[in-house]
């Protein structure tokens, strides 16, 4: 049974850091892309952040030079370091886990994050 497990969220001053954490199990985790998603109330999902096996990683415009998505294939864990986080990163981020031969994308269940003014 695969499980995404997501922590870290909560709430934050804009300006201030977060770091979200992400435990997979049930996968063989260094085959797996991992990514961060995000979803603000009213808005679609959109993406925030992926990185491969090796550790090649792809950023979403909005949060470019700001967060850092890192992964530790031993411990099975993908993390999202935010800096300067904005108000409109409000949203609960969601762990995705996507195998490009299986084609079959896991999600976790969300962590919320809230940044106020």
């Known amino acids: 049974q695969v499980q995404l497990v997501e922590s870290g969220g909560g709430s934050v001053q804009a300006g201030g850091s977060l770091t979200l954490s992400c435990v997979a199990s049930?996968?063989?985790?260094?085959?797996?892309?991992m990514g961060w998603y995000r979803q603000a109330p009213g808005k679609q999902r959109e993406l925030v952040a992926t990185?491969?096996?090796?550790?090649?990683?792809n950023y979403a415009d909005s949060v470019k030079g700001r967060f850092t998505i890192s992964r530790d294939n031993a411990k099975n864990t993908v993390y999202l370091q935010m800096n300067s986080l904005k108000l409109e990163d409000t949203a609960v981020y969601y762990c995705?886990?996507?195998?490009?031969?299986?084609?079959?994308?896991?999600w976790g269940q969300g962590t919320r994050v809230n940044v106020s003014s």
């Open positions: 049930g996968i063989m985790f260094s085959s797996y892309v």
């Open positions: 995705n886990a996507y195998s490009f031969i299986s084609n079959n994308p896991y």
């Open positions: 990185i491969r096996g090796g550790g090649s990683a």
